[in-house]
Every structure is written in C-alpha cells, then in structure tokens.
C-alpha cells in the first residue's frame, strides 16, 4: 500500500449510521417470586438507559421495548406470549414518564394486567425471529444492532435452543453478567441497590467495534507492516444543537439560497457592507500588514516565536505512522508514565500482507522476553509526534475459559502514551510543616475572637 498517498486524506472514520437496541424484559413467574423487586430492578434498568438516551438528543439512537413470557401479544407477527410496548424508532420524553408511571405504583402486577395478561410461557427462538424481523424490516440502515434480553432465568435458554437459533436466523447468545463490572471496580459487591450503583457509574456510549485509523508500523530498515488503531475509550463531545420553534416547539428546517452578485447592486445596505468588505480587504491585502503577525509556542520548555510558514513546517514535522526505537524492560514502565487512555493496535493483512504473522511473533518475543516496545507514534499528519509504549497483552490462564469476559479479550499490543521532559510528574515526597494540636486550638480560638465584634460589657455576660 502507498502511504505516501494517504497523506493528504482523513484518517479518523467516525462511528456514524443508526444504531437499534431492542429491551426485553421477562414477564414470567420467577421474576415475581419473594414480591416485585426483580421486575421493577429489571424496569428502573430499561428506563434509566432510555432516558439517557433522550438526554443525549442523538436521533441516530433507536430503541424497542418488548415484554417476553406474557398472556397477551400484540405484535405484527402474531406470536404467542410476546408483547411489544415500543416499535423501534426514536423515543421522547413521553415515554419515559409512561415508564415512570408503571415503576412508581403500589401494584405492579394489577397495574399491567390489563395490557400484558397474566404470567405465560413463550418460546425464545420465535422472540430471537421477532427481534431480527423487526431490524430487518425498519426501513434505515443499522449500522449497529444490540438485543438486551433482562431475566433471572437464564437456563430457559438452553444450548439446544441456542443451536437452533445459529441455524434458523444465524443469531449468536451471549450472556454478559456483573463480571465485567468487577473488573472495572474490584469493589462492585458494595452495591445493594439499583440505585447506589447508578449515582457511582457513568453512562458509556458504545462504539462500533473498528478501527478508527490505519498506520503503517515502520520496524527499521525498510521492514513495514500496516495496523489498525482501535480507541478503548472516546470522549463523548456535545452533541450540536438543533434549532426549535419557540412558539410550535418543533424543529426548524435551515436552507441556504445563493443568489447572484447582480440582484444585489440595487440594494443600498448591501453596498455599503461590500465598501467595508473592500476596505478591510484592501487593509489585508497591505504590504506593510504581512509578516507582523508571529506566533510563540512552546517547545521543550522554551518559547520560541515562529513565522506562519515555520509554524506549518513543525506541525508536519513527520509522517503518520508508528516507528520503533527500541525495546525496554517491562518493570521501567511506571503507573505514572502514563498520559491517556490505552488504544489498541491490530494487523491488517487486507493492507499488506503477512502483517498478523509479523505480529504475532513480534508479541510472541516481547511476552517471553517480558519486554515492551517503545515507538514514535504519529496519528495525523498536523499533530504532534508522541513518544509512547507499546505494551504486549496475553489472555493469560486466568482469563481462559468459557465465561462472559473471554471474548471480550484480545492478544496484542496497547499503545500507552508516555510523557516528555517538561511534562513528567515529581512524585517524590516532600516534608511539611505539621502544627503542634496545641496551634491549631489557638488559632481555632483567635478565629472566634476575630469574628465576635460586639461591644463587651461586665453585666452583659453571664457566667
């Protein structure tokens, strides 16, 4: 691949396209047992994450809401024991306070008898057949399809049942517990409550799982391989407004018209605008105004003051790419090296052949030898070069397995940034002043003194 070609062009794809997410939330016997509290943990979870997606405002996010092991059903397909509350589209405010509405009261079971029935048994293959008809048939492109099935009784959905749901609609089932929240904080049992865990956790938007950027990995002497560079966490920027009526609240619709230069002569008030674009024009356009602006920018600790040409030069100072230094023990690395979240680099053998074989030896070594890879790392060509650490990551023993986190899980390489001179961080302790309890009382009772202003008379106080 010519990368030299690539130079001029974009180099982040954004996640763009619609993305559905379809809630289920059983109905069934075992999540009423010992009273309502499954059922109505299983409602606040549906609605705490709709309503942030309405917060968010990003009409790309569809969701659904369906109840699962029901009396009544009222889909378009007709099966039994499914009910559908929210066809998959954008949702607003007015639903979230429907859900409100059924959390909130004394009853949940009479409450939704009349709409849901009784408790029944449906059959799950005919839901997964449901579900991929409904995004297969919403008539936008899914870029990203998510089912989020909330039940206790996961074992209804046995391996048979799973066999025959990869053969008839090619659906994969995969349960995904508390485990990775424990591995985020190892304090995660401290929870009792949807509610404590809620005020402690943020809301994370997912990405698609693809690359953000191809770079070529530059190993010395001519040897290249291409990698992507997957972001393990994005930060979430605001999203852009949208014009609203004030009167109708409804959005408004903004057109552009470019008309010619001719229809505008007759207009007064444009003219004089064009005379004071022409003067600022001819103030630019100054021999005397070029070259008087410079530009101070900090370099290793130094301001230097640069020339817009200068500025240009240095902000290209190399190629996009990821080129090797050399190699370090992996016990230098400290916790406080480093300077931003991880991002994780993969082969792409569709670029240049026999890059995952390279790889995968170049992890091999660096894992036996306990080694990581220290690199000069540039994303684009206007940004700056940063010196980072390509640390190798195994699955290890205790990661193997069939639980919910190994496929989660990859071998490679993460990119650490690592910081310059002027930017590392002393950590070293240093003494300070302590005062003795015997100060802190005194200064405590000066304080008190200080701020009582009243006049002070004998008969006044009492003892």
């Known amino acids: 691949m010519e990368w030299e070609q690539q130079e001029n062009e974009e180099a982040l794809i954004y996640d763009g396209g619609n993305k559905a997410k379809l809630f289920v939330v059983d109905y069934g016997e075992h999540m009423f047992l010992e009273g309502e509290w499954r059922f109505r943990l299983a409602l606040k979870a549906v609605r705490d994450q709709i309503n942030k997606i309405c917060c968010m405002g990003d009409l790309s ?188 609240n409804e959005r408004v619709e903004c057109r552009t018209h470019y008309l010619p230069k001719e229809d505008l002569e007759g207009n007064s008030t444009m003219n004089g605008e064009e005379e004071n674009n022409g003067e600022i024009q001819e103030y630019l356009n100054n021999e005397n105004f070029e070259g008087e602006i410079n530009f101070s920018k900090n370099v290793g600790g130094v301001n230097v003051v640069l020339d817009r040409e200068e500025l240009e030069k240095l902000r290209r100072f190399d190629r996009p790419g990821i080129t090797v230094i050399g190699f370090k023990p992996l016990h230098l690395l400290k916790p406080s090296h480093r300077m931003s979240p991880a991002k994780f680099i993969y082969p792409l053998d569709d670029l240049v052949s026999g890059s995952s074989v390279l790889y995968r030896v170049l992890l091999k070594q660096c894992l036996e030898r306990n080694l990581f890879i220290l690199v000069r790392y540039t994303q684009k060509p206007n940004t700056t070069p940063q010196i980072c650490a390509l640390v190798p990551q195994s699955m290890g023993e205790g990661n193997e397995g069939n639980n919910s986190l190994s496929e989660h899980l990859y071998e490679g390489f993460h990119l650490l940034e690592l910081p310059f001179t002027e930017e590392a961080r002393d950590l070293r302790a240093f003494d300070r002043y302590k005062p003795h309890q015997f100060q802190l009382v005194l200064f405590v009772h000066l304080k008190i003194l200080k701020n009582n202003k009243f006049w002070r008379q004998k008969n006044l106080l009492i003892n």
């Open 61 to 248: 996010e569809l969701c659904s809401v369906i109840f699962v092991n029901t009396s009544n059903s009222n889909n378009t397909h007709k099966i039994d024991c499914i009910f559908t509350d929210k066809e998959l589209g954008v949702t607003d405010a007015e639903y979230v306070k429907k859900l409100d509405e059924i959390i909130n009261c004394d009853n949940l079971k009479e409450f939704l008898l009349p709409k849901l029935g009784d408790s029944g048994m449906s059959n799950w293959a005919e839901l997964f057949f449901l579900c991929q008809s409904m995004l297969t048939h919403s008539g936008k492109v899914l870029r990203k399809k998510v089912i989020t099935i909330v039940t206790t009784d996961k074992e209804q959905i046995d391996e048979e049942i799973q066999q025959s749901c990869k053969k008839r609609i090619c659906l994969d089932i995969k349960f995904i517990g508390t485990e990775i929240k424990k591995q985020l904080d190892p304090s995660f049992s401290r929870f009792s409550s949807f509610e404590e865990i809620s005020k402690h956790f943020f809301f994370f938007k997912n990405y698609s799982l693809r690359s953000t950027t191809s770079l070529p990995f530059d190993l010395g002497d001519g040897l290249k391989l291409a990698v992507g560079l997957y972001h393990l966490i994005k930060p979430q920027g605001k999203p852009a407004a949208i014009l609203m009526d004030s009167e109708t």
